[in-house]
């Protein structure tokens, strides 16, 4: 066999059932090749809430982390965060009972990734069992529990914050632009990379607003280029609506950087003519043609799906469809393949993303849980741990909070001295999702379910990056009851209230049983712990040694 030959052989899946199909051109990315990530330490299955959590993370704060921020900490601030992990412990130690049920109120260790569509709607209509899931992530569960999540989908072509309002409106709670992960989210890092660009995809200047709101300065759009030179497209008049959404530019001496398709196209053979114009211009300059066909803009794609899910019956081709069709006709005119830079679902560089926005979510929600508990005990504000009605320690937040910091350890010091007391608000937030610079560090999530309905981006992207995510598909997408998807999920739901059910009551029975664990430790540890009683002439009884 020759070299050509093994490529060729190589570039053909066989089906289990002798058939062959042709390697798809989305799938030239080596994710199938990645080894998801293992964690070496184990991370708790207790809620965020719970004490020990808290205090794992201010011992390594107070170890590697200068409340200034400064990389080379002064050894008074490093005063000031020791301070702060003494502050929050308690010498004494607090018994737990041994529990059936966890019930009292707290914040998941684990954490939910949505997709939109064909999870949570379906077309222009709301899925009705995701309203429900939304009660139980927000605590109306039988274990009081409240589970952070965000939403991670390819779609876009329109603001964060407006997708954001949608939800809220439809699912009947709070969902912030924090919470939400569009296609062309992470693309906000290329605003300092490119001055002049064109966005695709999306409905009058939606796109080019989304893609100005990130920081971009000169954007441009095919309805641009259509306008500056009709010939462009001979077969597309633009309509009065399309001209009032143009700008006025002269393409011959303004060049494209780079090409941004942000959301489907509604015109597919306008777009990709000007697309692969631009491809095979020099420097990105409409009207002129490179020899070596490799002097063009780069490109990038917020999402490569294939095929999406509507209120129709039949999956409609998506933005994947128009990435195939353009490299198709790229390759047919060059003889090359096109190089194309791709986000969204299951791009590692959008999975990276992800776990920093859920990071933070999670800080925020935790940071709102502990600022709303309710302490009845009337002496409680000089202590700093506080016992609930379960009998759970929890952090005194407000103590935290007003806690003056000194840079000297010496009682005496002057009034010059207490005049350079250090006032410092922990984890104050003004919004949840938004913590200041100073905050405790959290373990990452211990598990984390995404919910998705179409194997290829959502299933793929879930078992691809890392272990502890856990993929769970819904029939409510994409997805076909019946067929054998080729990204299998860890677990497979009706729908997405289903998948949340799942999810809580798998939850609860690891962090009941890690809860039980560590009760029966602390049990033993008291037990070898306490003093052994003083033998008088008159031998004593148990029962009034432990009465």
Known sequence: MTKEDSKAANSVVVEEDGGAQFQSYLNNDGIDELVPQVRKHRVSSLSLSDLNQWQNGLTKLSSSTSLSGNKNPSSANLKKVDSLAKLSRNTS??????????????????????????????????IPQAVEAMKLLNGENKYKIKVPSIFVTNGGGKPEQQRADDLSKRLGCTITKEQIIQGHTPMKDLVNVYKNVLVVGGVGNVCRNVAESYGFKNVFTPLDIMKWNPAVSPYHDLTEEEEVCTRKVDFSKTPIDAIMVFADSRNWAADQQIILELLLSVDGVMGTLSKTFDEGPEIYF????????????????????????????????????????????????????????????????????????????????DADILINDDGEEIINQAKLESYKWSDSEDDDEDEDERGREVKVNVNKISEVGKPDKITLELPPASTVYFVGDTPESDIRFANSHDASWHSILVKTGVYQEGTEPKYKPKHLCNDVLEAVKYAIEREHQLELAEWNSVTDKQQQQQQQQEPVPEVDDEPVKTTDWFG
């Open 93 to 126: 130690i607090i018994n737990r009972q041994k529990k059936e049920v966890i019930d009292h109120e707290r914040v998941a260790s684990y954490a939910f990734c949505f997709d939109i569509d064909g999870v949570i709607l379906r077309g222009p209509d709301t």
């Open 302 to 381: 917020a999402h490569s799906d294939f095929i999406w899910a509507t209120n129709y019956k039949l999956s409609r081709y998506g933005m994947g469809a128009l990435q195939v069709s353009i490299a198709a006709l790229y390759k047919e005119h060059t003889g090359k393949e096109l190089k194309v830079n791709r986000f969204g679902k299951p791009q590692k560089g959008t999975f990276k993303f992800a776990n920093k926005v859920l990071s933070h979510w999670r800080q925020g929600v935790l940071d709102e849980h502990l600022k709303k508990l309710s302490i009845n005990d009337p002496d409680a504000g």
